[in-house]
Every structure is written in C-alpha cells, then in structure tokens.
C-alpha cells in the first residue's frame, strides 16, 4: 500500500468512528426506558352546562392540575410511543343573572399509543388512540331537591400530534401539538327528572348506561406546549383547551374550559436491575 492510499483509509477510519461510536451509544441506551415527564399547574376559564340541574350556564374559574409522561416502545420496530395522561380540575362559577352557583371537578385519565411518523431529524407526526376515563361531579348550591350531578365517562379516543425540535440562536426549543376526539364510548346518565335515589336506593338501574359517539358526544381536547430550557432546568408553558359536550337521555351537558398551564420536564433514565447491580453501593442515595 503505497503512503497516499494509506492516508485516504485513515481518513476514512476517522470519519466514521464517530457515527459508529454514536450508534453504538444510541443502541446501548435503550430509548424504551428514557422517559419524559411533566408535572403542570395552571389556572383558566370554565363554561358548564348540565340541564339535569339547571338551564343556565355558569362561567367562572378553572384550576387545573396534570401529569404526563411520554417514552418509547419497542412495538412497530421502536417507531410506537406510549403516552400517560392524568389531570384534575376543580372548577367555580356562577349564572348569568349572579344569583346561584356551582362547584364543578372532574378526574380525567388518558393512556395509549402514537406510531411516530419521522419526516425528519426535528419534525415528527404521530397517530394512534387512547383510553379516556373521566370521573367528576357538578354541585348546584341552591338546588335542593336535585343539587349534584355525577359524571362518569370512558371513551375510546383518536389522537393526533406533531411534535417540532428547532432553534432561535442557540436555544434549543421543542413545540407540541395534540388534539384527541372520542370516537365511541359508554356514559352514565340518569333520565331527566330521574333522582339518584331512585337510581342507588331502588335500584331504577335501567337505561343509565348509554352508548356514546360523535352524535351524542361531539368533543375534543388540544394541546399547545413549548418547552424552553432555562439555565439547568426546562420549563413547559402550554395551553390546554377541553371542550367536553354530550345530549344522552334529555339531557344536554357541557364542559368548556381554556387554561394556561406552567410546568417542569424532567428527562428520567430507568435502569434494570442488573444494571444497579453493576453500580456501587457507595455511589447510590439509597
């Protein structure tokens, strides 16, 4: 081999040992077990409806808490992510006329799968369904023959989102947003006039459970988030925009709230156990 040919294949060797080196590291990461995390708080404006109680609308303020973890999976080659959702809100408010008003909360779980659909290095599209559970309550407080309403809800959602990795100047940002739609589930509701006496105590269980979709449920739920890096920590700011409707057994219901939230991601790495096996005890917190 003569001294030119030498130097092309070093350079070569030294082109590639970083993008070697660099999958090598990728593969023995294991992206399944890193997990993104956020824990939210945020306050906004509610608008709730529930004719079992009352026809008017109540308009007031919504606070909101939520909890969402995001990590990969190694279903569909390591392309699907898993996403777990959990928030709850209590919410006030009062009627046009400032007369009467209302105390209003509600629990909403999500969890299920996206298949990530990578347009490129910092673009991504994503699709796939969730489980929606939801259980709350609206409480009338002048009402005293009727004064609460329960509501209790499982849908089966589609989801969609598009999530941006880009820079201004040499801050690093990422953009996120997510719109969920039920597509079919099951409701309790009780007939209109029907108490919940009558349902619990005599046991008038029929027809209380009703089959939902887009004709008796028109909703949605949409995300908008930014996350901003701010010295070692990376802050969240998103909005959240739940617009929950539904008319079962007479009776017409709504939900609307627009809130703005504030949180901290956190990126965490899960070791298996032959992992901390390797690492000295002197070394761990516990």
């Given at each position: 081999?003569?001294?030119?040919?030498?130097?092309?294949?070093?350079?070569?060797?030294?082109?590639?040992?970083?993008?070697?080196l660099?999958?090598?590291?990728?593969?023995?990461?294991?992206?399944?077990q890193?997990?993104?995390?956020?824990?939210?708080?945020?306050?906004?404006?509610s608008?709730?409806?529930?004719?079992?109680?009352?026809?008017?609308?109540?308009?007031?303020?919504?606070?909101?808490?939520?909890?969402?973890?995001?990590?990969?999976?190694?279903?569909?080659?390591?392309?699907?992510?898993?996403?777990?959702f959990?928030q709850?809100?209590?919410s006030?408010?009062?009627?046009?006329?400032?007369n009467?008003?209302?105390?209003a909360?509600?629990?909403n779980?999500?969890?299920?799968?996206?298949?990530?659909?990578?347009?490129?290095?910092?673009?991504?599209?994503?699709a796939?369904?969730?489980?929606?559970?939801n259980?709350?309550?609206i409480?009338?407080?002048?009402?005293?023959?009727?004064?609460a309403?329960?509501?209790?809800?499982?849908?089966?959602?589609?989801?969609?989102?598009?999530?941006?990795?880009?820079?201004?100047?040499?801050?690093?940002?990422?953009?996120?947003?997510?719109l969920?739609t039920?597509?079919?589930?099951?409701?309790?509701?009780?007939?209109m006039?029907?108490?919940?006496?009558?349902?619990?105590s005599?046991?008038?269980?029929?027809?209380?459970?009703?089959?939902t979709?887009l004709?008796?449920?028109?909703?949605?739920?949409?995300?908008?988030?930014?996350?901003?890096?701010?010295?070692?920590q990376?802050?969240?700011l998103?909005?959240?925009?739940?617009?929950?409707?539904?008319?079962?057994?007479?009776?017409?219901?709504?939900?609307?709230?627009?809130?703005f939230?504030?949180?901290?991601?956190?990126?965490?790495y899960?070791?298996?156990?032959?992992?901390?096996?390797?690492?000295?005890?002197?070394?761990?917190a516990?």
């Open positions: 081999m003569n001294y030119d040919a030498f130097r092309t294949l070093i350079l070569c060797i030294e082109l590639l040992l970083p993008t070697v660099s999958a090598q590291k990728l593969d023995s990461l294991r992206t399944n890193l997990t993104v995390r956020c824990v939210q708080y945020g306050i906004g404006h608008n709730i409806l529930d004719t079992y109680l009352s026809t008017q609308e109540y308009k007031g303020i919504d606070f909101r808490t939520s909890r969402e973890t995001m990590r990969m999976t190694n279903i569909g080659k390591g392309n699907v992510s898993v996403q777990n959990l709850a809100d209590f006030f408010g009062k009627n046009r006329v400032d009467n008003n209302t105390l909360g509600m629990v779980w999500n969890y299920g799968l996206h298949y990530q659909f990578k347009l490129s290095d910092n673009f991504k599209l994503l796939g369904g969730l489980g929606d559970t259980l709350g309550f409480y009338d407080l002048r009402n005293s023959n009727n004064p309403s329960l509501r209790a809800y499982i849908n089966i959602d589609a989801s969609a989102m598009a999530i941006w990795h880009f820079h201004i100047k040499k801050t690093a940002l990422v953009l996120r947003y997510q969920n039920p597509i079919l589930g099951v409701m309790f509701s009780p007939e006039g029907e108490s919940y006496y009558e349902i619990f005599l046991g008038h269980y029929s027809g209380t459970i009703k089959l979709s004709h008796s449920q028109p909703s949605l739920r949409q995300f908008l988030s930014l996350d901003i890096p701010i010295g070692q990376q802050i969240r998103s909005y959240l925009g739940d617009l929950q409707q539904s008319h079962v057994n007479n009776i017409k219901t709504h939900s609307y709230s627009h809130v939230m504030i949180g901290f991601v956190k990126r965490l899960k070791l298996s156990n032959k992992e901390l096996q390797k690492l000295p005890a002197s070394i761990q516990y």
